[in-house]
């Protein structure tokens, strides 16, 4: 039997001659998000003797009853798909989103526990390889903490971000303000992206938006803001995520630019990295956009749509998990090196080190 077709969840039971079989029924797609059911298949064989078969029958009965493997002997073969994720369930991330958290049996990942121990130890170079090779799912229970730990480790004045944000809504919430719109948003090429949140989590998105407003006036044109309090409030308490963007913000460029020039700078960057490390890509546009570089620097000028607005959300999640790390530099080399292959395939699998294999290789 081929464990790579897909086999239903339903089972038919024939009987011929005396002999029972259980088996799986064609293959039938579902309609619900082109995913498939956890499924199990089993089929066994009894012998051309009457009493014998009953014997066998009951047999498998009084075994499943009392939860006890059926006997792999005498033909009979059992095939059953490991489960990997355990059946509770759990309330979701925060109340601003569907997300729920799953608990995974087999350790697959790496571990929280272990998270704790490379940043306290400060094993940096460990902490990067980990958060490369380690593709958590978009629902993997690590998500609760791991963004917070990740940003809240060197900043000392994390509790005091989150005090600092309840004490300004409580102030803008009695003041009954109605207008809850931040006024940066009106600025031109603001990527503006909620990633699914539910209602209750944009208005908090918009409130988030106002109080980062208020404590850095100095701020005047973030492209990627909307979108990257978006996708923090799929994980975290609306207080934990204004002191995860206000330690972000406060590391200048790094990890965030805050200027139109730092932006406008940004596509001579990737134009570089894209002339050093991709040069057949570069060449083949240079060909069909004409000799000039800035028609290309032209084509690069909204590539925080590409990533913050176009990229399926759980390649975006994991791009974050090293970007909170490693900073804007990842995601050059995400953008110079996967996006176009990413929108091209839909089976694509994005790894972040594979961003640093192609390098490595020259292509």
């Not at 066994?44 to 029958?57: I, V």
């Not at 569907?98 to 995974?104: A, G, S, T, W």
């Not at 590391?251 to 805050?258: A, L, P, Y």
């Amino acid at each position: 039997m081929d464990l790579n077709k897909t086999p239903n969840i339903s089972i038919i039971e024939e009987q011929l001659n005396s002999t029972t079989f259980i088996s799986e029924c064609p293959a039938t797609c579902s309609n619900e998000g082109n995913t498939l059911e956890n499924f199990f298949i089993r089929s066994y064989r009894t012998s051309g003797n009457e009493s014998s078969s009953k014997l066998s029958r009951l047999s498998i009965i009084i075994r499943r009853s009392l939860k006890i493997g059926t006997r792999r002997g005498d033909g009979q073969v059992v095939h059953e798909k490991k489960k990997v994720v355990q059946d509770k369930v759990s309330p979701p991330f925060t109340e601003y989103t569907d997300l729920r958290p799953e608990y995974f049996i087999v350790p697959k990942y790496g571990s929280f526990d272990f998270l704790n121990k490379l940043v306290q130890n400060k094993q940096f170079g460990q902490l990067k390889q980990f958060l490369r090779e380690n593709s958590w799912p978009v629902t993997h229970e690590i998500r609760k903490h791991l963004w917070e730990v990740l940003i809240s480790y060197s900043d000392k004045e994390f509790e005091s971000s989150k005090f600092f944000y309840r004490e300004q809504i409580e102030s803008l919430l009695k003041s009954k303000v109605q207008n809850f719109r931040p006024a940066f948003l009106s600025e031109p090429g603001i990527v503006v992206c909620d990633h699914g949140l539910k209602e209750i989590g944009v208005i908090n998105l918009q409130r988030l938006l106002i109080v980062i407003e208020y404590a850095r006036p100095e701020i005047r044109f973030v492209p990627i803001l909307y979108p990257l309090c978006a996708i923090f409030l799929h994980y975290h308490p609306v207080d934990v995520a204004f002191a995860c963007i206000n330690r972000l913000l406060a590391q200048g460029n790094k990890f965030v630019f805050q200027s139109e020039i730092a932006v406008y700078a940004s596509r001579y960057t990737l134009l570089s990295m894209l002339k050093k490390f991709k040069k057949r890509v570069y060449n083949k546009l240079k060909k069909r956009l004409g000799s000039e570089e800035n028609k290309i620097v032209e084509l690069m000028a909204n590539w925080h749509f590409w990533i913050f607005k176009c990229l399926p959300f759980p390649y975006l999640v994991r791009l974050i998990d090293c970007f909170l790390f490693e900073g804007f530099f990842l995601i050059f080399l995400f953008y110079a090196f996967k996006c176009p292959q990413i929108f091209a395939d839909k089976n694509f699998c994005f790894c972040p080190q594979n961003i640093f294999a192609d390098k490595a290789e020259g292509h």
